[in-house]
């Protein structure tokens, strides 16, 4: 496989459900383990991104619980999603993974560190936030607005939510669709609303959470977000920068939810550079 449009679907017991996964890239070394956003499953993932980490990772995307081609029903709180994303790297055969969380994934990488110290080696974690973090209570409102305003204009919402109204965020929003267009077969089974549900009840109590302390639970933390992000406040960066001491971050400019995507090929090179031993 040289591409993760090609990438089969494979699945494997864990926490009394099967979970449903794809990887990529080489064998040797500490694997990859990827989280994915609100409402997505394994097609939810930007080819671009995969492909470009697999080059010297054993790169490995997961759906969650209910999600996809996973069995089971969704999870209403990161820390049960977390306990699902341990077993799962368990049941794989690894007991050190690094871990890229974007969004809602990166909130459950946060549990997974929580629930499993020293288990994350290296943790990038993009367009997220902390336990408690500034706006993340009233993420629900903001999706449905938004999505509502999507609808309207017959766009598909991530053109809003992820991307920037200017001439640069519709150019990225345009070419990002046509990416996750690539794979055409053997696709993820669509995510249902009830999934979708669950994870904004997991996002809406995250955000009323007391800060936790995560800063011995991982080794190295790369935080990325995008300047104009209307789903995650950037002061989210900033506020993880200040639980995760000696973190690296980079904010992109005009750039939203969707920053990875946008930015994908400094991204890329990025995390790779991040991850390097």
Known sequence: MRSYTDAPT???????ALFAY?????QTGIPLVLLTHLGANLDGWDPRIVDGLAQD????AVDYRGVGDSTGRARESFEEMADDVVALIRALGHDRVDMFGLAVGGMVAQAVAARAPRLIDRLILASTGPAGGPGLATITRTAVITGVRAALRLNDPKTLLFF????????AARAYLARLKQRTTGRDKP???GAVRAQLTAVRRWGLQAPVELSSAVDEVFIVHGDSDRLVPPANAAELA????GAAVTVYPDS???AVFQYHR????????FLRR
């Open 10 to 16: 494979r699945t494997i017991p864990a926490a009394g």
């Open 22 to 26: 794809r990887e990529l890239g080489p």
């Open 57 to 60: 990772h054993r790169v490995i």
């Open 164 to 171: 920037t109204s200017t001439a640069t965020g519709a150019r």
């Open 191 to 193: 995510v249902t609303l």
């Open 242 to 245: 200040r639980r995760f001491p």
């Open 256 to 258: 939203g939810h969707g």
């Open 266 to 273: 400094e991204f890329v090179d990025a995390a790779r550079d």
